[in-house]
Antibody, heavy 118, light 112 residues
Framework: EVQLVESGGGLVQPGGSLRLSCAAS????????MNWVRQAPGKGLEWVSY????????YYADSVKGRFTISRDNAKNSLYLQMNSLRAEDTAVYYC???????????WGQGTLVTVSS | QSALTQPPSASGSPGQSVTISCTGT?????????VSWYQQHPGKAPKLMIY???KRPSGVPDRFSGSKSGNTASLTVSGLQAEDEADYYC????????????FGGGTKLTVL
């Protein structure tokens, strides 16, 4: 059974940092592209970042470019999102999602809540 | 990186059909046949319902169908059922030179 489990969310002050993790199981993690998608409270989905299966290709939304860093460790079946210089508008539930093919996010984690507030 | 445009709400009675639109540009919806639709119930993760404009993943009822014309994609839910009440989001590939994927703002579907 495919499972994606996010962790690392919590309350952080503006300007602070947080590292999210996504533990994958039930599939060959190293064969799949992965994404982070977030959802602010009561709002819609926003794509955040993409990483290719090998980690060689990475994209970011303009809203997080220069502040967030996506990475993966295929040996540990894990995806990460390092978030620096956090702002109030980064407050959201962050989901990791497996990309089976182009824009085909077939499995999602349960999400982890990040709250940026003083 | 503008979001795709969806109506905030849609509704229909059980058994009826409802169509939700998703308008983008020639750089996303109109430029690629990589439009997907997701269903999200409150407090749950999104679930893929349609991919590549009109294809259904295994397990998704054939009451759900997708189409595209120009820069506008559409999701049609036929034979509405109570469990179809949820938020629906479209998304489109937007090219690797710009951003990877763009989502719509979401449509709240109410089954009356």
């Amino acid at each position: 059974e495919v499972q994606l489990v996010e962790s690392g969310g919590g309350l952080v002050q503006p300007g602070g940092s947080l590292r999210l993790s996504c533990a994958a199981s039930g599939f060959t993690f190293s064969s799949y592209e992965m994404n982070w998608v977030r959802q602010a409270p009561g709002k819609g989905l926003e794509w955040v970042s993409y990483i290719s299966s090998s980690g060689s290709t990475i994209y970011y939304a303009d809203s997080v470019k220069g502040r967030f860093t996506i990475s993966r460790d295929n040996a540990k079946n894990s995806l990460y999102l390092q978030m620096n210089s956090l702002r109030a508008e980064d407050t959201a539930v962050y989901y990791c999602a497996r990309e089976e093919r182009v824009n085909y996010f077939d499995y999602w984690g349960q999400g982890t809540l990040v709250t940026v507030s003083s | 990186q503008s979001a795709l445009t969806q109506p905030p709400s849609a509704s229909g009675s059980p058994g009826q059909s409802v169509t939700i639109s998703c308008t983008g540009t020639s750089s996303d919806v109109g430029g690629y046949n990589y439009v997907s639709w997701y269903q999200q119930h409150p407090g749950k993760a999104p679930k893929l319902m349609i991919y590549e404009v009109s294809k259904r993943p295994s397990g998704v009822p054939d009451r759900f169908s997708g189409s595209k014309s120009g820069n506008t994609a559409s999701l049609t839910v036929s034979g509405l059922q109570a469990e179809d009440e949820a938020d629906y989001y479209c998304s489109s590939y937007a090219g690797s030179n710009n951003l990877n994927v763009v989502f719509g703002g979401g449509t709240k579907l109410t089954v009356l």
